[in-house]
Every structure is written in structure tokens, then in C-alpha cells.
């Protein structure tokens, strides 16, 4: 028996300004499309915090099993070269 | 009459909308039937008292008596208010305020996008500014009515009983008088008259959408633009300006 009387659930996505990553905000709750846009934008923007709105269905992401994080994530952690600061720049190299 | 005076009247007129509804409004806060949707009307309320401080600022400055908008808020007797007789309507149930928003945001967007083109750059700025406020009133209003209208046996019920309820109150909003046809010669006020043809229309395809029914026509009520107020506004007012009464000049 589902005993959750809440609308679905909706996870919030808010771009700060043209160009920049859409983050995470938070969650909200709505039956359709419109709704959730809607709560979205009344939620999470207020205080002048976007410029534009995701807003995708919860039961849509698709999450990491946190069993499976030495799986997943500890054998990069030794593989200090994949990042940039690991290689050093011959001299005169520009705009790098 | 002059100008001055006219336009006094008349920015007092949409200040009183806007502060009524707006305090209409605010009463939800907490108080709505989920989180999302009490962000959503207290927002909307909140447009509406900063488009309230600014037109019944500007009104205190055409008044020229030195007073505030603040005085001119909360120091009136309810005989000196002018705001259309819907917006002091109760919330009642959600229906209710639905459809009050729906009314009165298709209205108002109809309205402000005359206003913007008044030779008075004041109004004609607020105009700009409610323009994009009003827009999303309007969505959320008429989101509503076709979500609710359009949904179960009760909610399409209540939808039903709330826009016959309130239809009694739009005949009011395109009344036009000696004030408001003085400063359409001016070039400054809105015509009202060609807006209600084209507001029916907008509540006509909304409600076809929503499979409600356009409520038939009826005594239409009046009286705001004389001061004249259904027994709602009296309520409003002994909340709204209990403190300035109680304690005036009071700070914090």
C-alpha cells in the first residue's frame, strides 16, 4: 500500500547563467509538466538564482549503488596522471 | 477635474487592487494545501504588494498632501477604497481562489498591455513591469482551472460553483467613468470597453478546454468606483490596519 499522499516527485535542475552547468537545487512535488516547472520556478528562483529550468521525474535518475563504490570509484583514486597537473609544460607553451 | 487629480483617482484605483488582492492572498501563506503551491500564491502576493507600494506611492505624489503610501495603505476609512469588489472576495476553498486569479490575471494582462502605452511614463512603466508579472499569474491561474476543471467529479464540481460564484463580480472590472473617460482623452488611461470582448473570449477557450461552463449572464455587481464594498472588505481592513489604528505612527 502506497501511503505517501504527496504529488510525484520531480529533482530541480537551475543554471545560473548562460554557459554555466545546470545544478542541482533540490526537489519538488507535481502531477504534470506545467506543475512541476511551475513549483520549480517558485521554489528555487526566487532570489534571482536562474536563468533556466530542468525539472526530470525522480523515479528517471538512475543512481549509484553506494555497495558498489570500491567497484566503482577506488581505482581511480592511484591514477594520478589523468590529471592535468600530473604532466609538466615544455617551456613556451602558451595560453595553456 | 484635472489631470493631476484625475490620475490621482486612478493610480489609487490599481494601487487598491493590487493591496487587497495581494493581502487577500497573503492570508494563504502557510495555509495552502501543499509546500509548493504556498510558495506559488505567496509570490503571486507578494507582485502584488510591491505593484501596491508603487502605484499608491506615486498616488501619494500626485495627491501632493505629503502623505505616504503607507498612509494612504493602511489609514483609509473602507468608504475611500477603491479596489474592484472581487478582489476583496474570501479565498473560500481552492476553487475559489483559482478562479478569482483566473478572472482577474486575464484581465489585468489585457489591462497593462493598454497601460503600456499611456502618455503617463509612470503608469506606463508599472504597466511594463505587471505586463511580465501578470503573464505568469495567468499561467498558473489557468493551469489550474484546466487541471482541476478537467480532473475528478469534485473538483470539477468545484470549479464549477466557483466560477458562478464570482462571475457577478467581472461586469465591474470594464466599467469606465467621467475619471477614467477624462484620461482615455488624455491619452493616459486604458479603454476598457474593447477588453471585454476579447477577456470572454480567453475565459471562453479556457474553460472549453477545461470542459467547465462559461456561467451565464446575471446581475453584475458594482459599486467599487464609489466606495461602495461587499461586507468582505470591512474584514480585510479591521486585520490589515489593526497595528496603524491601535499604534499609530508605530516602527520596528
Same mark, same amino acid.
Given at each position: ?96 | ?50 505593484? &501596491?507600494?508603487? +502605484? /499608491? ?7 501632493? !498632501?505629503? %502623505? =505616504?503610501?503607507?498612509? *494612504? @495603505? ?31 490575471? &486575464?484581465?489585468? +494582462? /489585457? ?7 499611456? !502618455?503617463? %511614463? =509612470?503608469?506606463?512603466? *508599472? @504597466? ?34 466557483? +466560477? ?89
Amino acid at each position: 500500500m502506497n501511503s505517501d499522499t504527496q504529488f510525484d516527485l520531480w529533482e530541480v535542475f537551475i543554471q545560473s547563467k548562460s554557459g554555466q552547468p545546470y545544478v542541482h537545487a533540490g526537489s519538488i512535488h507535481a502531477t504534470d509538466m506545467k506543475m512541476a516547472m511551475q513549483n520549480a520556478r517558485d521554489s528555487y528562483t526566487r532570489r534571482g538564482e536562474g536563468t533556466s529550468i530542468w525539472v526530470v521525474p525522480s523515479k528517471y535518475i538512475v543512481a549509484s549503488n553506494p555497495d558498489d563504490n570500491e567497484m566503482l570509484f577506488d581505482p581511480s583514486a592511484d591514477k594520478i596522471y589523468r590529471h592535468p597537473t600530473f604532466y609538466i609544460m615544455p617551456e613556451g607553451a602558451k595560453n595553456i | 477635474m484635472t489631470t493631476k487629480e484625475a490620475s490621482f483617482i486612478y493610480a489609487l484605483r490599481m494601487g487598491d487592487n493590487a493591496l487587497i488582492l495581494g493581502h487577500r492572498l497573503s492570508e494563504l501563506c502557510s495555509k495552502a494545501p501543499f509546500i509548493e503551491e504556498d510558495l506559488a500564491l505567496t509570490n503571486i502576493s507578494l507582485d502584488l504588494i510591491g505593484r &501596491a507600494q508603487a +502605484l /499608491l506611492s506615486y498616488a501619494a505624489e500626485l495627491e501632493g !498632501k505629503e %502623505k =505616504t503610501a503607507d498612509e *494612504l @495603505a493602511y489609514r483609509r476609512p473602507e468608504i475611500d477604497y477603491y479596489n474592484h469588489l472581487i478582489t476583496e472576495q474570501p479565498n473560500g476553498d481552492f476553487a475559489h481562489t483559482i478562479i478569482r486569479q483566473l478572472y482577474i490575471s &486575464a484581465f489585468e +494582462l /489585457l489591462f497593462f498591455k493598454e497601460l503600456e502605452k499611456s !502618455k503617463d %511614463k =509612470t503608469f506606463s512603466a *508599472l @504597466a511594463a513591469k505587471a505586463i511580465k508579472e501578470v503573464s505568469y499569474h495567468f499561467e498558473h491561474a489557468k493551469n489550474w482551472t484546466i487541471r482541476l476543471g478537467d480532473g475528478t467529479d469534485e473538483s470539477k464540481r468545484r470549479m464549477q460553483v466557483a +466560477l458562478n460564484d464570482l462571475w457577478m463580480y467581472t461586469g465591474e472590472l470594464f466599467e469606465m467613468d467621467d475619471v477614467e473617460n477624462w484620461l482615455l482623452s488624455e491619452g493616459i488611461a486604458a479603454d476598457l470597453v474593447p477588453l471585454k470582448p476579447k477577456w470572454a473570449q480567453m475565459i471562453g477557450d479556457i474553460l472549453d478546454e477545461a470542459t467547465l461552463e462559461v456561467p451565464e449572464d446575471t446581475y453584475m455587481q458594482t459599486g467599487s468606483r464609489k466606495g461602495v464594498h461587499t461586507e468582505s472588505l470591512g474584514h480585510i481592513l479591521s486585520e490589515m490596519q489593526y497595528l496603524q489604528r491601535a499604534y499609530p505612527d508605530a516602527t520596528w
